[in-house]
């Protein structure tokens, strides 16, 4: 699955913030350690977790990309940010 390295995170009543997802999400480091891939598929779903370590500030956390299709189209990406255990921390945007 392609990977977008900018989302769109909804902020309120400011419209939506683009957000690198090639950069670290806690310090802004570019200086980040991407894992393996998981990647699954469920009904109309595409499902990939990316692990990302930051080399400059020490965070770890899960990126999970969740492409939805329509008529094997992607239409839409979701993208959650996780932590290392797997515990949701949050949606980050969408693209
Ligand atoms: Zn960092």
Do not use: H, Q
Request: with cysteine.
């Amino acid at each position: 699955m392609k990977k977008p390295s900018i989302v769109y995170a909804p902020l309120g009543t400011r419209g939506f913030d683009p957000i690198r997802t090639d950069r670290c999400l806690e310090c802004d480091s570019s200086d980040i350690a991407v894992g393996e891939a998981r990647g699954w598929t469920e009904g109309n779903r595409v499902i990939e977790e990316l692990p990302v370590e930051c080399r400059s500030c020490g965070a770890s956390y899960k990126l999970r990309y969740i492409g939805i299709l329509d008529e094997g189209r992607r239409v839409a990406t979701i993208v959650d940010v996780l932590s290392p255990e797997g515990e949701e921390l949050g949606w980050l945007g969408v693209c």
